[in-house]
């Protein structure tokens, strides 16, 4: 039988005494060991229930559980067996790379030495820096010096809060390679990013909007659950083309997407690349390209959205 290492059941948190929704009666259960995703725009609620589960923030109704402990009970505990890496750099930065870490490591009564083996890997891009005050390091060094302090104590479970928002892709491409490694540790990650990209990175992942779960599945999972075939659409004036679109009773939903405009129809029976072909050239469009394409899961997550509003 799994193991469940973090378990939400009816989460509930509001704030401005209760007129702010922020999280929606979230169950959700991320296994031992598991590499799990909170995917979701800014608003969703996913640094509320980090703040949760951390015992920074009580929530306003429902019960969790982190590594087997209560979050209200047993709140001494779990704050022993959890790391947290906020989305906001937070550590001294006035303190070099070394002073920060001996000093997380002294706040949970053990040393560098003693856990050296759980955060060589990463030490190791930063130490010949280790003289560095905090607060003059890059992004990617900032981002690898607060995952090593949110490490030190050889945590039960990993809490990350969008840990790659505002660094450049190169860094963001190093930190996932450096999680998949802690993974094979044992370690249970729990990691939120807005970044569609990444959700596929993790091997199952919630999706959130305005504090709700709108599924929870792996990412091949959402994605084969797309239920129509999706198109991909451009002409010389995409935003005309939108618009055109968009008034058709036949086009269930029409969205930017990139250089494209992605597609769905209410009916399969047609052929969608041929009828959309031909309804923007009757419309005067000229240069137009149609071709059907596999959904992604920010297409998925698109769909869900409008499907909840």
Not at 61 to 66: D, I, K, L, M, S
Not at 98 to 119: C, K, P, R, W
Not at 253 to 260: K, N, Q, T, V
Request: charged fraction near 25%; proline fraction near 3%.
């Amino acid at each position: 039988m799994e193991k469940i290492a973090v378990s939400l059941n009816h989460i509930t948190k509001t704030y401005d005494k209760g007129k702010v929704l922020a999280v929606d009666d979230v169950s959700l259960q991320v296994k031992q060991g598991e590499l799990f995703g909170l995917i979701g725009p800014d608003g969703a609620g996913k640094t509320s229930i980090f703040r949760i589960l951390t015992t920074l923030l009580l929530a306003n109704g429902g019960t969790a559980n982190v590594a087997g402990y209560d979050l209200v009970k047993d709140f001494r505990e779990i704050r022993n067996r959890v790391g947290y890496m906020p989305g906001k750099f937070s550590l001294y930065q006035d303190l070099t790379i070394q002073e920060n870490l001996d000093f997380f490591a002294n706040v949970f009564g053990t040393s560098m030495a003693q856990n050296y083996e759980l955060i060589q890997d990463i030490y190791d891009q930063i130490k010949p820096f280790k003289d560095r005050r905090a607060g003059k390091l890059s992004g990617g060094m900032k981002q690898k010096l607060a995952l090593c302090c949110a490490l030190i104590h050889k945590p039960e479970v990993l809490l990350l809060d969008e840990p790659t928002t505002g660094v450049d892709v190169v860094s963001r491409k190093e930190f996932w390679d450096m999680l998949k490694r802690l993974k094979q540790q044992g370690i249970t990650i729990l990691v939120s990013t807005p970044y569609m990209d990444e959700a596929k990175l993790c091997e199952r992942i919630a999706l959130m909007q305005q504090g709700r779960l709108m599924s929870v599945n792996t990412p091949d999972n959402i994605v084969k659950d797309f239920p129509a075939k999706l198109y991909a659409v451009k002409s010389k004036n995409v935003y005309a083309l939108l618009i055109d679109l968009r008034q058709l009773a036949e086009v269930q939903s029409c969205y930017a997407f990139g250089e494209f405009l992605h597609v769905t129809l209410k009916s399969d029976k047609v052929d969608g690349e041929d009828w959309l072909r031909h309804v923007a050239e009757r419309k005067g469009h000229e240069q137009v390209l149609v071709k059907l394409i596999e959904p992604s899961i920010e297409d998925s997550f698109i769909r869900l959205m409008n499907e909840e509003e």
